[in-house]
């Protein structure tokens, strides 16, 4: 019943790509109100709504029962089909991609400026953000959208093989996640099922094609091999895999220094660390190196990074605070709020780590990952994934990060409009009043905690 209920929720999902994906010649912006108004009439947001519904509840109640591994993967195979050959959903970043990939492999340098200064052929469907800006991305995402281009050669072509290699990290995944699961001391099906068969993943990384797939896999992949405990020497190895995934996307680096704690025994000491952590380190540094020499573009991608805070919406929860301030003072308060997020971030990271020495390095990244995503200044969907995937493999089961996940499959329509801008003001005030009630909540605990002792 789960699997054919998801399925007939995907086929509705495929339907609404079709007629109202990410459409290859930018038009109007598709809001809510446009939506129901146009060509289609209701049928296309009864298909995306029905359809949505239809995949979070099978994914939702279906994790209580997963028969197998093999079965688990099978059904998420099974519902990445409708959507295949149809239009990306929920963003218009593939055609980006596109554009980056092209001016790679016509030898320009995607990381000195915007697309649109370079003659890509599909301008047209790129959104007017990422014409000027340079590309954000690592030298591995950026030679492999290279070579889609390269054998893509015309848009269709270009996105096929964009969604290959978005559908080789998935791939990757379902190698590594049972394994890390394991070694974890966490049900293989189950978290399989978590992390391969959510509507987020058939969304944002199967039809939309995110890199966000590949670099997680690596990012399962490397943790996988690191859970192994071999010899200090082997640990180059794993290190090497999460430079590849520090290569397609830099927020990929939070994760080595726990990686390093889930090569030792709990509680190992300091000054016993410097083996692994040169291991790992070394690995991760030389294929990252390497790999920026041999793209032909060097460093470039790291000013890039920096390009990521055009969005202003509350589903970054510093950028929230930020218009709750500003809609009761007046004062342009999101840039202080967005720093402090940061700085929020730069504290968390070591106290995670410290915590972690004790034992639970493997889901202490997965946290890791949690606390970049909710401190960053700009928040997409598909971030979600991050500590969704490593989490469901690593630590038992955390509503929050599931309740993450099944929100953020809903913030876009199919075009990719995000209702955070639609509710910008009211969803602010929420989030705001929500982080308020946690922190009146552990100050509380904290307090009793005291009393009892």
């Not at 001016?103 to 000195?112: I, K, L, M, S």
């Not at 995944?173 to 966490?186: N, T």
Request: charged share 10%; proline share 7%; with cysteine.
């Amino acid at each position: 019943m789960v699997r054919w209920g998801g399925l007939a929720g995907s086929v509705l999902v495929g339907v609404a790509a079709y007629l109202g994906g990410s459409p290859y010649a930018r038009g109007t912006t598709v809001t809510p109100g446009t939506m129901l108004a146009g060509e289609q009439g209701v049928l296309l947001p009864l298909s995306w709504v029905l359809g949505l519904a239809a995949l979070l509840a099978a994914w939702w109640f279906g994790r209580h029962r997963v028969p197998s591994v093999r079965w688990a993967l099978v059904t998420a195979g099974l519902w990445a089909l409708p959507v295949l050959p149809m239009l990306p959903l929920g963003s218009e970043d593939i055609y980006s991609y596109a554009c980056q990939g092209f001016v790679q492999h016509a030898g320009g340098d995607p990381y000195a400026g915007g697309v649109q200064s370079f003659g890509c052929p599909w301008l047209g469907s790129v959104s007017t953000t990422w014409r000027t800006s340079p590309a954000p991305y690592g030298p591995l995402f950026l030679v492999l959208s290279g070579w889609a281009v390269a054998l893509g050669q015309t848009l269709p072509g270009v996105i096929a093989g964009l969604r290959i290699i978005a559908l080789a990290g998935l791939g990757l995944l379902a190698a590594a996640l049972p394994v890390l699961a394991r070694r974890a001391g966490v049900e293989p099906a189950r978290a399989v099922w978590m992390v391969l068969a959510g509507p987020l993943v058939l969304i944002h990384l199967v039809s939309g094609a995110h890199n966000d797939a590949l670099m997680v896999g690596l990012i399962v992949a490397g943790l996988a091999l690191v859970a192994s405990r071999r010899s200090p020497g082997w640990l180059a190895a794993p290190g090497a895999v999460l430079g590849l995934a520090v290569a397609v996307k830099a927020t990929a680096v939070v994760v080595l220094p726990f990686a390093v704690l889930a090569a030792v025994a709990p509680g190992t000491p300091l000054r016993a660390l410097w083996r692994p952590a040169a291991a790992i380190g070394g690995g991760a540094a030389l294929a990252t190196v390497a790999l920026s020499v041999l793209s032909g573009r060097g460093f470039g991608w790291v000013a890039g990074l920096l390009r990521s805070g055009d969005t202003v919406a509350w589903t970054s929860p510093s950028t929230a605070v930020g218009l709750t301030v500003q809609l009761a003072t007046g004062a342009g308060a999101v840039g202080v709020t967005r720093v402090l997020g940061v700085v929020l971030l730069v504290v968390l990271l070591p106290v995670l780590w410290w915590r972690a020495r004790a034992g639970g390095a493997l889901p202490g990244a997965g946290l890791a990952l949690g606390a970049t995503v909710l401190c960053a200044p700009v928040f997409h969907p598909w971030y979600a994934f991050w500590p969704l995937a490593v989490l469901a493999a690593t630590a038992p089961e955390r509503r929050w990060v599931l309740g993450l996940g099944a929100l953020a499959a809903t913030l876009t329509l199919p075009a990719g409009y995000n209702w955070a801008l639609f509710t910008r003001v009211p969803g602010a005030i929420v989030v705001t009043a929500t982080l308020a009630g946690l922190a009146v909540r552990q100050v509380l605990r904290l307090r009793r905690r005291r009393v009892a002792a």
